[in-house]
């Protein structure tokens, strides 16, 4: 069961245009999120996080929005950049340390 | 602070030999996961270390795999018997508990075995 899902595997955008990476959840009891970039060969690096008690939060040109009703979260990227091209996944946690990532989405920025 | 590291970066092995990966955490970190990740999918948590004690094992992890951690510092996984489905990339992280929604796992570079 795919307790972290994120249903497009690959995204194109443009140079300086909005990157909308998306994010759904099955388990309630998920109260701490994270985006993590992973480039080809290398271990994910940390993006952002977000927790259950907030719904927005932002980090230069990052920003996670999550809405708990829907069990969804969101990451933007604004402007995209060539270098922001890798793959993205997202991160649930429900305790203290066992993180349940999605499957990933490849996002690519044309220049 | 050079990060996590993982040694070796790759290993190709035979069907039925043993490997050994390693993993040097931060310094200061004393919580330890190790994950396996397969193409096309997400890192699935194996093990976690909390200093030197072992406090939870993946039902992924069969008992032809075990892991360390001697003094909390670094940590090794072995497999034995590997088999072609072991064949994936094996990462390591590390993270500090600072608080509850205030800890981030960092993680290595990985070690990609093939298993021939």
């Known amino acids: 069961d795919q307790q972290v899902k994120q249903n497009s595997p690959s995204l194109s955008v443009q140079e300086g245009r909005i990157s909308i990476l998306n994010c759904d959840y099955t388990?309630?009891?998920?109260?701490?999120f994270l985006w993590y970039k992973k480039y080809p060969a290398e271990g994910p690096t940390f993006l952002i996080s977000?927790?259950?008690?907030?719904d927005k939060n932002e980090d230069g040109r990052f920003t996670v929005f999550l809405n708990k009703s829907a069990k969804h979260l969101s990451l933007h990227i604004v402007p995209s950049q060539p270098g922001d091209s890798a793959v993205y996944f997202c991160?649930?946690?429900?305790?203290?340390?066992?993180?349940?990532f999605g499957t990933g989405t490849r996002l690519k920025v044309l220049a | 602070d050079t990060g996590v590291s993982q040694n070796p970066r790759h290993k190709i092995t035979k069907r039925g030999q043993n490997v050994t990966f390693r993993c040097d955490p931060i310094?200061?970190?004393?919580?330890l996961y190790w994950y396996r990740q397969t193409l096309g999918q997400g890192p699935e948590f194996l093990t976690y270390?909390?200093?030197?004690?072992?406090?939870?094992k993946s039902r992924l992890l069969s008992d032809r795999f075990s892991a360390e951690r001697p003094k909390g510092s670094f940590s090794t996984l072995e497999i034995q018997r590997t088999e072609q489905g072991d064949s994936a990339m094996y990462l390591c992280?590390?993270?500090?508990?600072?608080?509850?929604?205030?800890?981030?796992?960092?993680f290595g570079p990985g070690t990609r075995l093939l298993v021939l």
């Open positions: 992280a590390s993270s500090s508990y600072r608080g509850r929604f205030q800890e981030t796992q960092y």
């Open positions: 388990n309630s009891m998920f109260d701490y």
């Open positions: 977000i927790s259950s008690i907030k």
């Open positions: 991160a649930a946690i429900s305790g203290t340390y066992k993180y349940i």
């Open positions: 310094s200061e970190h004393n919580r």
């Open positions: 270390f909390q200093n030197e004690a072992q406090l939870e």
